[in-house]
């Protein structure tokens, strides 16, 4: 079982035009500075597509980079958001996907 579905994430929703894109990436950055959470700007896009719940290969299509580095991006995801593991990240995501980011 993935750990998408032992939380029950929202279906994947569809994609967005290039405007709403960089609109909800700057709502996704200003929410996360208020918490003094800073992220590159890859990792606030890998974030992103996360939310949205894209694969590992379809982050990695879109930013034109590995899947190893996504997964990279994610372990330091985990860091610097200060969730537990792997298990904590999802639930981050899954509490990310009701602000409709």
């Known amino acids: 079982m993935s750990y998408l579905n032992k939380y029950r994430m929202p279906n994947k ?23 003094s959470i800073a992220l590159t700007p ?11 719940r894209r694969t590992n290969a379809d982050i990695a299509t879109a930013l034109e980079v590995s899947i190893a580095t996504v997964k990279t991006h994610k372990n330091n995801l985990i860091s610097k958001l200060g969730v537990a593991g792997k298990d904590g990240f999802h639930k981050f995501l899954l509490e990310m996907a009701h602000y409709r980011l």
């Open 13 to 35: 929703t569809a994609a967005d035009s290039p405007a709403e894109e960089l609109e909800k990436l700057k709502q996704l950055n200003t929410f996360l500075q208020r918490r």
């Open 42 to 52: 890859q990792e606030l896009k890998v974030l992103y597509y996360a939310i949205q």
